[in-house]
Structure formats: C-alpha cells, structure tokens
C-alpha cells in the first residue's frame, strides 16, 4: 500500500502481524507502551495489556514533534 501522508491512510494498515516492541526500560510487566514501524515513517502505539484495542496512529512529522517536545523537555 502506498503511504501519501494522510493520516486516514494510517488508519487503513492492517497491523495483525507487526512486529511491536517495547522499550528495555520496560519492568517486565504489562503495563508497558509497544510501538511499530509505519510505513513513510509514521509509528503506531498500543497498550501491551490491551493489545486488542484499537492503535493510535502518527504520522511521520507527528512523531517527530512528540519526540523532539519530550526530548527538549518540553511535554
């Protein structure tokens, strides 16, 4: 499927078989955030205690502002 930047676009990836992950500062329970790839270099976030639930999707320039506001301090 070809990305074009829109985030309804996000919503259309089927991701039933994404590799998730989580961070290695994770204790090991399941109250951790997972995150996976999108392709254009969007990102999808779920909850590892409920990894049924509906992903929230991001597109590349939103993750990219989350990251740089928590990487300044700023969120």
């Keep these: 499927m070809s990305i074009t930047g829109r985030k309804d676009d ?3 990836i ?10 290695s500062f ?3 329970a399941n109250g951790c ?6 392709p254009g ?9 409920n990894p049924d639930f509906p992903a929230l999707r991001y597109t ?3 993750w990219d502002a989350f990251r740089k506001g928590v990487l300044s301090g700023e969120l």
Excluded: F, H
Excluded at 14 to 23: E, F, G, N, Y
């Design 33 to 38: 955030v997972e995150i996976t790839d999108l």
């Design 41 to 49: 270099g969007g990102v999808a976030l779920r909850d590892s205690k």
């Design 60 to 62: 590349a320039a939103e």
């Design 10 to 12: 996000l919503y259309d």
């Design 14 to 23: 089927d991701l039933s078989t994404a590799p998730w992950r989580k961070s």
């Design 26 to 28: 994770s204790d090991g």
